[in-house]
């Protein structure tokens, strides 16, 4: 198993819409909190805010949006930040796949974003 990391994505360059598609594919390919070695809490939350983001931004509430995603992306920072680590400290296949699909995913988003 290669010690790869996840590739970084500027979420701030992203409009809501693109914003709202890539965390629910991120949400899509974790496979759990447990095997990720992230802390329940921060998927939980992570999930939540999506769901709320979505909400405010059918009604239209940039302001509300804005304060949700700056959340967001720190709790996304924490389970990337996670990840990398325990894939050089305890590497499994379950971080490997991760990884590797999350890669793809920014890959995509980048690409579809230029």
Known sequence: MANAKTHRLAL???????????????????????????????????????????????????????????EMDELYEDITATVDAFSILQPSQEIADFISRLNKLVDRTRKANR
């Open 12 to 70: 701030n360059r992203l409009s809501h819409a693109e914003y709202i598609c890539f965390a629910q594919q991120v949400t899509g390919i974790i496979p759990s909190a447990k095997a990720l070695h992230v802390a329940e809490s921060v998927v939980v939350r992570y999930k939540n805010s999506l769901a709320v983001l979505i909400d405010k931004a059918e009604q239209l509430q940039t302001r509300d949006c804005i304060a949700i995603r700056a």
